[in-house]
Nanobody
Framework: QVYVVESGGGLVQPGGSLRLSCSSS????????MAWYRQAPGKQRELVAV???????NYTDSVKGRFTISRDAYKNAMYLEMNNLKPEDTAVYFC?????????WGQGTQVTVGS
């Protein structure tokens, strides 16, 4: 069963922007810590950004100042605004919702940065 769904990936040139979205019809995001992860070919999945239930936001160093995580409670959605994209940002990006033992992952959306 799919609990969260990502969208918004695609091919973009270096320096470009994309906005990823995460949504759910099965869980209410306000009750979860939300995060974006990514996995590049041949590499382990890494945490990109976290939006806590207290609306705190934290980022991995490589994306600070370029990426912004946000939520829309009315739409029950989470976003990742990505600016000044670099080839090393190329990866499959995953949405994660977590609260205690409840840990939900989407199937991912591909982001490719290249000319």
């Amino acid at each position: 069963q799919v609990y969260v769904v990502e969208s918004g990936g695609g091919l973009v040139q270096p320096g470009g922007s994309l906005r990823l979205s995460c949504s759910s019809s099965r869980i209410i995001f306000s009750g979860y810590d939300m995060a974006w992860y990514r996995q590049a070919p041949g590499k382990q999945r890494e945490l990109v950004a976290v939006s806590g239930m207290d609306r705190s936001a934290n980022y991995t160093d490589s994306v600070k100042g370029r990426f912004t995580i946000s939520r829309d409670a009315y739409k029950n959605a989470m976003y990742l605004e990505m600016n000044n994209l670099k080839p090393e940002d190329t990866a499959v990006y995953f949405c994660n919702a977590k609260w205690r033992s409840h840990d939900y992952w989407g199937q991912g959306t591909q982001v490719t940065v290249g000319s």
